[in-house]
């Protein structure tokens, strides 16, 4: 708690600053999580069989406008977790941890018009699509930071077309900025750099084409070269809208095997804005290949810089034995059905079911594994509130039923449940 009071004074202090050239804000947010069961999904493990606990995010930013077109923008962050055990106490394992004090954003703003450019640690938080390719740069401490080390210049083609070149350098470990109570923690699982292409036009206005190129290197064990090249279209035809994205994945591993994969993913959404609670029906379907494990090749899909919660805030635990991480989405078809409403002019709720299939069998690979391609079936119920145009927070429910993807004692039933508040100021 003492980080957050550094925060807070923090801001007192650049308040005193203020002028017309300088703006600050605060933000704050607060979280009760718990995960029944979503590591492992056996009732008889204790393996993060209950998972409960408390974040606390705090950040304090500031904005310099040097000039009308030069700017710098920094950001300081804290997210102490204070975990509870089964009797409802703080746990003594680990009463609170992950109180540093970090930079969650530190770039310079330069925009010429037909150029533009942003040096620094930045968030690239769906600017680039959904986040199928592109979204958290740290993923190895959840939402806890989002942020990419990278040099991002966009050229724009007239008034609805842009091109971004984007360099990336996230290592493993905090490594260009100072951190007030270092903890030796990883922010990535192994250093990362890359080079981004991506392109945003609008031909009509009504169709989006996002076409897109990705150089990644990951310094993991082996080391590995990838190469992803797609194009997301958007097509709005009020009251209806289709999304579809399409990627193909190269690449060699040092020693000469061979990655290479495919993903992608349609959606139809449509809207009844004019009826009672403005409902809107999205029916969905992703895939994502999956590794042979007859062969020395790797043929799984690698998602790239998106390793965040991007169908489940539950079901990525389970990718943690899978792939070695957290999120990372891979031997998929998934199956949505989604229905969002609004309940009042400040209350939303979103149902979605969600049928998880494997590409390939993971059989034999470990005991962890069963014979089949049934990954399980898959709900969420979200309960969102505006309160004002400071304070909005949340409840989120999700239930998943294993299939035989499994093995037979892996398929016990798992929850995940969280309560958020959240300010900005």
């Known amino acids: 708690m003492r980080r957050l009071i550094v925060l807070l004074c ?4 650049v308040s005193s600053f203020a ?3 300088f703006s600050y804000g605060f933000y704050l947010r607060l979280r009760q999580e718990y995960f029944d069961n979503a590591f492992d ?3 008889d493990s204790t393996i993060f069989n209950d998972d ?4 606390i995010k705090a950040s304090v930013w500031g904005k310099w406008n040097f000039t009308d077109n030069i700017s710098l923008f920094t950001k300081l962050t804290s997210e102490p977790k204070i975990a509870i055990d089964s009797d409802g106490k703080l746990a003594n394992n680990r009463d609170t941890w992950d109180e ?3 930079f969650d954003n530190l770039y310079l703003d330069m925009n010429f018009g037909v150029v533009n450019f942003r040096l620094g640690r930045q968030d690239f938080l769906m600017t680039h699509g959904e986040g199928f390719v592109i979204m958290d740069g740290t ?3 959840g939402s806890r930071s989002y942020y990419f080390n990278a040099v991002k210049t966009t050229f724009k083609i007239g008034e609805n077309n842009s091109v971004d070149f984007i360099y990336v350098d996230d290592p493993a470990k905090d490594e260009y900025l100072p951190v007030i109570d270092w903890q030796d923690r990883n922010v990535v699982k192994t250093d990362e750099d890359g080079i981004i292409v991506y392109g945003k036009f609008k031909i009509p206005e009504n169709l989006s084409l996002e076409p897109y190129y990705i150089y990644k290197f990951e310094d993991s064990t082996p080391n590995l070269t990838l190469n992803t090249i797609g194009n997301r279209i958007v097509l709005n035809l009020s ?6 994205e399409l990627a193909y994945q190269y690449g060699e591993y040092k020693g000469g095997n061979n990655r290479e994969a495919w993903g992608g993913q349609a959606y139809i959404k449509r809207t009844f804005k004019e009826a009672k609670l403005s409902p809107s029906f999205e029916l969905g379907y992703a895939y994502l290949s999956g590794d042979d494990p007859d062969t020395v090749d790797d043929e799984g899909w690698n998602p790239v810089f998106s390793k965040w919660p991007w169908i489940s805030e539950l079901y990525i635990m389970g990718y943690a034995i899978e792939r070695g991480e957290p999120a990372y989405w891979t031997n998929l078809h998934l199956y949505r059905a989604k229905l969002d409403m609004n309940l009042t002019q400040k209350t939303g709720l979103s149902l979605a079911y969600n049928y998880l299939m494997a590409d390939e069998s993971r059989e034999g690979v470990a005991p962890f594994f069963g014979d089949g391609n049934e990954r399980g079936h898959l709900g969420h119920i979200i309960l969102t509130h505006k309160f004002n145009q400071n304070i909005d927070g949340h409840l989120h429910f999700e239930y998943f039923k294993p299939g035989d ?7 016990d039933d798992a929850i995940f449940l969280r309560w958020q508040l959240q300010m900005k100021f």
């Not at 923090?10 to 202090?13: K, T």
């Not at 409960?52 to 974040?55: H, K, L, M, P, V």
Request: hydrophobic share 40%.
């Open 239 to 244: 009251p209806w809208q289709i999304r579809g």
């Open 100 to 102: 540093e004090i970090f």
């Open 405 to 411: 993807f499994y093995a037979e004692a892996n398929r």
């Open 19 to 21: 002028g017309d050239m």
């Open 139 to 141: 993923p190895y401490d």
């Open 41 to 43: 999904f056996n009732d």
């Open 10 to 13: 923090l801001l007192v202090g």
């Open 52 to 55: 409960n606990y408390f974040r």
